[in-house]
């Protein structure tokens, strides 16, 4: 990724998650019906093209949670990074009150 490029927010991410998700479930549960449909008619070659499809679209799914599971990642490893900024500028804090102290100290005297 070059550094003009931003990525995308975790809220755009999700909502492209959701809306995959969405269109997955729906067509999973047309291909289910089309399944059943060519299962009673005895139309094999249907089926089996359909469970094809079934396939693909779970896979689909597997893709997705496969990226969730990576930007959870990320996002762990951002958030520890992020703690990691917090902690360094409490310390330095805690110093800079006391150099602050200290450097009052001297001018008063």
């Known amino acids: ?11 755009q991410m999700q909502n492209v998650f959701k809306e ?16 059943a449909g060519y299962t009673g008619d005895r139309n094999m070659n ?7 499809n079934l396939e693909r679209k779970l896979k689909d799914i597997y893709k997705i949670v496969d990226s969730l599971s990576n930007r959870i990642d990320e996002l762990e490893q951002e958030l ?16 800079r ?6 450097i009052q100290a001297l001018i008063k005297n």
Not at 46 to 52: A, P, R, T, V
């Open 80 to 95: 520890n990074r992020l703690k990691d900024q917090v902690n360094y500028m409490k310390f330095f804090s805690g110093y």
């Open 46 to 52: 249907e089926c089996l093209k359909s469970l094809g």
């Open 20 to 35: 995959r998700i969405e269109v997955l479930n729906e067509e999973t549960s047309n291909l289910i019906e089309e399944i």
């Open 1 to 11: 990724m070059t550094m003009s490029m931003k990525a995308p927010s975790t809220s």
């Open 97 to 102: 009150d006391w150099a602050k102290t200290f």
